[in-house]
């Protein structure tokens, strides 16, 4: 079966950095999204990896290792507005993204 | 660039009313989703349109679900006789397949509160 891992909840810092974790299973692989959402609001596309390696986007990195089925983000100089749920998404061999349940992720001050 | 819009954001109806909900797509997109979202758990996947065409439909999803894009623009998802457990978040997503990543984009949602 299609399958995405992620844990569900996470607490970081203010000004930390924080690395969400995610495994996948999929029928194919098209690639993997991070989508980040806040409370009561529709998800916003954050990062694509289709290839092994880092993809890095000011504070936020993205890492990709197929051959593990394995991805993170990273998310750097953690603000108060990062608090949210970060949504992993496998694209699979139709091309349909596999959802995962959400990391919610709480910073404190 | 005006993005994905939802209307209504929100709906309260009554357990078996129909209701229906409209998704205007980013204008360039020729593909567009639908999900649905409850509380703690990622979108689930209802349908997805090609222009006009419908080429997936969640095997999840009752005959009380419907949904039709008649000229590759805007999209409707009607559903049945609602039940209480249809309660969630609806939304909708576009893309486009010549964008080389595929990325989906997100409507804000509709809130369907079944009473």
């Known amino acids: 079966g299609q399958n995405i891992d992620q844990p569900t909840e996470m607490t970081a810092t203010e000004g930390a950095i924080v690395q969400i974790n995610c495994t996948y299973q999929?029928?194919?692989?098209?690639?993997l999204f991070w989508y980040q959402q806040h409370a009561g609001e529709a998800p916003t596309f954050l990062s694509y990896?289709?290839l092994d390696g880092l993809e890095e986007k000011g504070r936020f990195s993205s890492f990709l290792s197929r051959s593990k089925g394995y991805s993170y983000l990273l998310l750097k100089e953690l603000q108060m507005k990062d608090s949210a749920s970060y949504l992993c998404?496998?694209?699979?061999?139709?091309?349909?993204?596999?959802w995962g349940a959400g990391t919610k992720l709480i910073i404190k001050p | 660039d005006t993005g994905v819009s939802q209307d209504p954001r929100h709906k309260i109806t009554k357990r078996g009313q129909n209701v229906t909900f409209r998704c205007d797509p980013i204008?360039?997109?020729?593909?567009l989703y639908w999900y649905r979202q409850t509380l703690g758990q990622g979108p689930e996947f209802l349908t997805y349109?090609?222009?006009?065409?419908?080429?997936?439909k969640s095997r999840l999803l009752s005959d009380r679900f419907s949904a039709e894009r008649p000229k590759g623009s805007f999209s409707t998802l009607e559903i049945q006789r609602t039940e209480q457990g249809d309660s969630a978040m609806y939304l909708c997503?576009?893309?486009?397949?010549?964008?080389?990543?595929?990325?989906?984009?997100f409507g804000p949602g509709t809130r369907l509160t079944v009473l």
């Open positions: 997503a576009s893309s486009s397949n010549r964008d080389v990543f595929d990325t989906q984009y």
């Open positions: 204008s360039e997109h020729n593909r």
């Open positions: 349109f090609q222009n006009e065409a419908q080429l997936e």
């Open positions: 999929t029928s194919g692989f098209n690639g």
């Open positions: 990896n289709v």
């Open positions: 998404a496998a694209m699979d061999s139709n091309y349909q993204l596999i």
